[in-house]
């Protein structure tokens, strides 16, 4: 059970409500978020919403069985948007496409690269600074010096940009540098991660993990949502199967199920889905056909000569192209 406590509630409002649903056997969680206060209602007998509604304080209440309950569907009305300033908003029939090279390489690459989304319309930039990468040997990033670099060249051309961030200890000095923190699908159920992350009042974008499901997903972004951000973008990446003809099994399943499940919005990534260059593109639109409020992918000026992840990333050209396809596909479906 979801009790929404009115907005101008009382301590002594809340403490009579708080009462009462222990006084059915229930525990319950207070969670306060940026944008309102929930408790959280655990118990296994039946009861009489209307006893709990009536009470002063109270602006709803709602059953839901899910064990996600806060990301869950069945207590909102409508859709999530996540709002990330200067009009850019995500989710809610707000559809935005985020593009940039697996990693921040260079001042050049940089420049590089706002001028291409710049010139294809694209209001957020990703990259990474801090790189996850299988082998201790391979390129790991620019860190925070390459952050400040790049966030200062995305603010003077009014563009958002988007990151990873691997460990707690990092969000802090990230903090003033990010529009987006990213968890990468290595982290997806670092719970330690995830509860320092629903401390702060930044949009926080969650990957599927590669062997996660979609309930462990929508459980660890309830994890942010508990501990007081509602904005969350969940993020569907691939899965790892027995299948070795491309990197990752992109499930489109899961953007029309998670759409259904959750109020959150949904984007795709099919430069990780799939992982071979020439198929982006088609995952990328068959996305979009599902259901996918955005889509985050990986873009290079010469992706021969990237740093990481050339195998998967678009040049200009094919981005451009892929672009344009998705303004067509976006059409066919509003």
């Known amino acids: 059970m979801i009790i929404q406590i009115q907005k101008g509630a009382t301590d002594i409002e809340v403490l009579h409500i708080s009462e009462a649903v222990q006084s059915i056997g229930y525990t319950y969680n207070d969670i306060k978020t940026q944008f309102g206060r929930y408790l959280i209602c655990i118990g296994k007998k039946e009861i009489d919403l209307r006893k709990i509604g009536f009470l002063p304080g109270v602006a709803d209440v709602f059953k839901v069985s899910d064990a996600y309950k806060l990301t869950s569907t069945k207590w909102k009305v409508g859709k999530t948007a996540v709002d990330l300033g200067d009009g850019i908003r995500i989710g809610n029939g707000e559809f935005q496409i985020m593009a940039g090279p697996c990693s921040i390489e260079s001042e050049e690459q940089i420049i590089s690269t706002i001028e291409h989304l710049k010139a294809n319309g694209i209001k957020i930039m990703r990259g990474g600074v801090y790189k996850p990468r299988s082998s201790p040997y391979s390129f790991r990033g620019l860190g925070m010096d390459g952050l400040k670099l790049w966030y200062k060249l ?44 629903g401390r702060v009042d930044k949009p ?18 309830e994890y942010v949502f508990s501990n007081g951000n509602e904005k969350i973008i969940l993020c569907e990446r691939g899965i790892r199967t027995y299948e070795t003809a491309y990197r990752n099994t992109m499930d489109i399943n899961a953007i029309t199920i ?61 981005s451009e192209n892929l672009i344009k396809k998705m303004g067509k596909a976006r059409e066919l479906i509003a």
């Open 154 to 197: 995305a603010k003077e051309n009014n563009i958002k940009i988007i990151t990873e961030v691997m460990q707690v200890s990092q969000i802090a000095e990230m903090h003033d540098y990010v529009d987006i923190f990213q968890v990468g699908a290595r982290n997806s159920q670092n719970f330690n991660l995830l509860d320092e992350l």
């Open 204 to 221: 926080i974008l969650l990957k599927r993990g590669m062997s996660g499901t979609i309930e462990e997903l929508l459980q660890s972004a």
């Open 258 to 318: 998670l759409k259904d499940k959750s109020h959150l919005p949904v984007v795709a990534d099919p430069s990780h889905g799939v992982g071979v260059r020439k198929y982006v593109d088609k995952i990328a639109l068959a996305s979009i056909m599902a259901g996918a409020d955005g889509v985050i992918m990986e873009v290079h000026e010469c992706p021969q000569k990237a740093f990481s992840d050339g195998q998967q990333t678009l040049d200009y050209g094919q």
